[in-house]
């Protein structure tokens, strides 16, 4: 059974930081891309960070220069570390675990920390 727990959220103040974690069982997640999500209050899931197989990372605009995500193969586990927090962060954040298989797509989520900044 695959598992993706995220852990890490909570209430910060605007500028504070906060450190999401994933935890994945069931699968190697090294040989997954890996990403974190987010969802606001009336809003569609976007795309926050993405961490590939080798490493590779790619970020949203919003969230250039202050989140970093990260990869602990050896713990089979995905970190979101996130600096600088702004009220527009507000959301759920979801761990994502992406791959192919020749035609075959292995996709999971968690199933979500809440973020909230708020002063």
Do not use: H
């Amino acid at each position: 059974q695959v598992q993706l727990v995220e852990s890490g959220g909570g209430l910060v103040q605007p500028g504070g930081s906060l450190r999401l974690s994933c935890a994945v069982s069931g699968i190697i997640s090294s040989t997954y891309a890996m990403g974190w999500y987010r969802q606001a209050p009336g809003k569609q899931r976007e795309l926050v960070a993405l961490i590939s197989v080798g490493g590779s990372t790619n970020y949203a605009d919003s969230v250039k220069g202050r989140f970093t995500i990260a990869r602990d193969n050896a713990k089979n586990t995905v970190y979101l570390q996130m600096n600088s927090l702004k009220p527009e962060d507000t959301a759920v954040y979801y761990c994502n675990a992406d791959r192919r298989i020749l035609s075959v797509k292995l996709n999971y989520w968690g199933q979500g920390t809440q973020v909230t900044v708020s002063s």
